[in-house]
């Protein structure tokens, strides 16, 4: 897009707005064991008003369902809305409503509510984490004429909400998201140039962690000395074992950090007609899982001899410990995989060879990676795992089916009124998730 024509377009002197008329968390899991439905909840209050339904727990306002237009009416009243729900509806919107669509659709209620002398203050909350959280998926990963067409909409919301003289320090709000902006559309200028540095951060992150991290002073993969990605059709590494589990952690840690959330939504990587272009880096992270199993499972039977096989196990163990200390736990299962398979566990007279301290280490491995009660010591682990870590993905994906499958995603038969429960549930999953990328 043309950083001059994004300039002028976001009007940060007087220009008047535009009149003309376009017609018309905090719920968190209570137990990540029990993902598949979604049980009436036990509210003090349940309240049914302006076609919402709001349960008020601990004196607090809870969103469950509503019709589109109705839920940006409960966010339009709510200035103090939790993250969690603001994540729910803007990770999700685009399932129901266009992009384009939502900004006249905000632009009218704003002006409503101009004329009723209403408080924006809820809208102005709205529009700042959009810009904050989800500028560069919605407005700038477009074609340029709708990347210019989507942010002028959004300069005029915010040249309306800046009349807006109930809430103080309005304004205010107002001039740091149209800031924000001119740095996403700086930012995206720049990208579009031949001499850009991929390292060189956006002017957010787009995914806030959800509880406090432990940030270590110096990342724990970078001090490992690796220049060139080991091939995995090598024989048994020859270099330590340290060096290769943390270029196996850098390599995963890529893979996962490209990963989008809205690869993740809608069960979309299950889809064999859009699943690979869509979600072609969750495919890419898949894909790359089985080859390292394979690999594994490839290595082992290789060897000659009962003795070679049984060191060759002996190794890969050891690797699957360096993973766990590095936090690499995709990878941890990535290497059980492939010494589970068939053709490895069919081999009994080597396993018999193996030593009994290997034999302890592996099952506790295959403790920590154990699927039974919903993977309960693996999330343990993850909680208090210190950063940076590479989660196993297919507890997300897991997790995401079930939230998917064991709820609707509209509650009446017309498909209108929908169930925000439902989402509030995705984004609290995918929430985890961002926090690791």
């Not at 995963?252 to 869509?278: A, C, H, M, S, Y």
């Not at 034999?359 to 909680?383: I, P």
């Amino acid at each position: 897009m043309d950083l001059k024509k994004s300039f002028n377009l976001l009007g940060l002197g007087d220009s008047d707005p535009p009149t003309r008329r376009v017609s018309h968390t905090s719920l968190e899991l209570s137990s990540r064991d029990t993902l598949s439905r979604i049980h009436p909840s036990n509210s003090d209050t349940a309240i049914y008003r302006h076609g919402q339904h709001i349960t008020v727990e601990n004196g607090v306002e809870v969103l469950r369902s509503g019709k589109f237009r109705n839920i940006l009416y409960w966010f339009a009243d709510h200035p103090d809305a939790d993250p969690l729900s603001l994540h729910a509806f803007l990770l999700t919107y685009d399932h129901f409503i266009s992009t384009h669509k939502l900004c006249k659709l905000i632009q009218n209620e704003i002006k409503d509510r101009l004329q009723l002398k209403l408080p924006c203050g809820g809208f102005m909350t709205l529009v700042h984490f959009w810009v904050t959280y989800y500028f560069d998926r919605d407005f700038l990963r477009s074609h340029s004429h709708r990347c210019n067409k989507h942010i002028g909409s959004l300069v005029d919301i915010l040249n309306l909400l800046s009349r807006d003289t109930i809430i103080q320090n309005l304004k205010d709000r107002v001039n740091t998201a149209k800031l924000l902006l001119l740095r996403w559309c700086h930012f995206k200028y720049q990208s579009s140039q031949p001499n850009f540095n991929d390292q060189t951060l956006p002017p957010s992150k787009n995914h806030p962690p959800s509880r406090s991290v432990h940030q270590p002073s110096e990342s724990a993969f970078s001090t490992i000395a690796l220049t060139q990605p080991h091939p995995l059709d090598d024989a048994i590494p020859s270099i330590s074992l340290f060096e290769f589990a943390g270029h196996m952690a850098r390599v995963e840690l890529r893979l996962f950090q490209k990963i989008q959330q809205t690869e993740l939504l809608w069960l979309n990587w299950r889809r064999p007609d859009v699943g690979r272009k869509r979600c072609r880096h969750v495919h890419r992270l898949i894909e790359r899982a089985n080859e390292v199993s394979r690999w594994v499972a490839n290595k082992i039977v290789s060897g000659e001899t009962f003795e070679k096989r049984c060191d060759i196990i002996q190794r890969f163990i050891r690797l699957a410990s360096r993973c766990v200390a590095l936090n690499n736990l995709n990878s941890v299962m990535e290497i059980l995989g492939g010494l589970n398979l068939h053709v490895v566990q069919r081999l009994k007279e080597t396993w018999r060879l193996l030593p009994d301290s290997f034999v302890q280490r592996l099952s506790e491995l295959e403790n920590l990676m154990d699927s039974r009660a919903n993977y309960k010591n693996y999330r343990e682990a993850l909680r208090t795992c210190r950063f940076p870590a590479v989660p196993y993905l297919g507890v997300y994906l897991r997790d995401l089916t079930f939230v998917e499958e064991g709820n609707k995603t509209y509650l009446d038969s017309d498909e209108l009124v929908i169930n925000f429960e439902k989402l509030r549930l995705i984004s609290s999953i995918l929430s985890e998730f961002r926090q690791f990328q």
